[in-house]
Each structure stands twice: as C-alpha cells, then as structure tokens.
T-cell receptor, first 111, second 116 residues
Framework: QKEVEQNSGPLSVPEGAIASLNCTYSDRGSQSFFWYRQYSGKSPELIMFIYSNGDKEDGRFTAQLNKASQYVSLLIRDSQPSDSATYLC???????????FGKGTSLLVTP | DGGITQSPKYLFRKEGQNVTLSCEQNLNHDAMYWYRQDPGQGLRLIYYSQIVNDFQKGDIAEGYSVSREKKESFPLTVTSAQKNPTAFYLCASITSGGGGSNQPQHFGDGTRLSIL
C-alpha cells in the first residue's frame, strides 16, 4: 500500500504568521506532488504542485520537496482567516495517473 | 466555461436501490476518476478510466460500477451491494498526453449521497 501521511491537526496559527504543513510518502518512485485546499463541504482546489527537489513559490505559498527524505511541505506566509481549511497532500506514484491522497491537515488561522 | 459537472448535488438512496451519479467534462481530458470521501478522511479511489470503453478498479470498487462510453462522461452507479454508501463523491479528470502523469487533477463540485 502506497502511503501518504499528514498530521490531521488542527494546526492553529495567528493571522499574519507562517503556517507550515507537512507530508511524507512511502513510494520512492513518486514523480509529482500536489497540494489541494478543501473548504468544508466543498471539493478540493489545487494550490500548488512540485516535481523537482527544492522550493517552488507562488504568491504567499511555497512548496518544498525533498525526495531523498520523501517529504513535501507547504508554507503559507502572512496567513489569513480565509486560509482556514483542510489541506490535502497528493502524490502521483508515476503509473496510471491516479493520485494517492493523505487524510489532510486542518488549518485554523485566528484573527 | 470548461469544467467538470457533477449531478445531482445531493442524492438520497433507499434500501435496495441502485443510484447513478453523473460526471461530465468538457475539458477534452482523457482520464477520469471517481473518489469517495468520508468525514475527516482523505480521498479513496473507487474507479478510474484512462480511455473510452476501458476502466480499472481502484482501492474500494466493491459495490460500485462505472461505464465510459463517451470521452466526456463517466457515470458511477452505487449498487445495493454497497452497504455503507453515505459519503461525498468526487469526480476528477486529467489529460493523459504529453507528460500527463505530472498534470494536476481537476475536480467537480461533488455529490453528497445519503441513506434514507
């Protein structure tokens, strides 16, 4: 079974702080990594994706990938109450394009 | 606008009844997926299809069936054999060509199924 692990949280951060969300995966052959945000009762929406080791920045979001440690993270700078949601980590194992999802981390940004 | 349309938004099933959830996409995507999400849980793969007239079982296919007669459509039937069908069902699609394995999946708005 190919596992994707996330801390379920809730992770609580004050408004304006940096939120750090982490994800580990078991399949060393995994090729691409995705972060989705899911508001309560809604479908997931893509936030970031990363394929290569290192950092990838998009606005307030930074995805970090370390394939040797099988670890991917998402940093949210200047966190806003509207960022309060569940963040799902998804990993493409490289075959069939079916993503493996973690159970998600609940983030709460307090004013 | 291009996108994935799921219907209905809410669905109720009676005991012993089969129900069908619709998923239509106009993104010209080759591959389509059905996931199930239970409260506080991640997404679990039910079925997927990479090409018309072909589909594969995911991790939790028992009690479900699908068809892929058209590229745009991938309906999911929840049969009476699925004893615990209450969940949020999500359809997704992705292009397969040209490095498709690195492309993100796009999701519909979901169908919430409950038992009457």
């Amino acid at each position: 079974q190919k596992e994707v692990e996330q801390n379920s949280g809730p992770l609580s951060v004050p408004e304006g702080a940096i939120a750090s969300l982490n994800c580990t995966y078991s399949d060393r052959g995994s090729q691409s990594f995705f972060w989705y945000r899911q508001y309560s009762g809604k479908s997931p929406e893509l936030i970031m994706f990363i394929y290569s080791n290192g950092d990838k920045e998009d606005g307030r979001f930074t995805a970090q990938l370390n394939k040797a440690s099988q670890y991917v993270s998402l940093l949210i700078r200047d966190s806003q109450p509207s960022d309060s949601a569940t963040y799902l980590c998804a990993v493409n194992p490289g075959s069939g394009y079916a993503l493996n999802f973690g159970k998600g981390t609940s983030l709460l940004v307090t004013p | 606008d291009g996108g994935i349309t799921q219907s209905p938004k809410y669905l109720f099933r009676k005991e012993g009844q089969n129900v069908t959830l619709s998923c239509e996409q106009n993104l010209n995507h080759d591959a389509m997926y059905w996931y199930r999400q239970d409260p506080g849980q991640g997404l679990r793969l039910i079925y997927y299809s990479q090409i018309v007239n072909d589909f594969q079982k995911g991790d939790i296919a028992e009690g479900y069936s699908v068809s892929r007669e058209k590229k745009e459509s991938f309906p999911l039937t929840v049969t009476s054999a699925q004893k615990n069908p209450t969940a949020f069902y999500l359809c997704a699609s992705i292009t397969s060509g040209g490095g498709g394995s690195n492309q993100p999946q796009h999701f519909g708005d979901g169908t919430r199924l409950s038992i009457l």
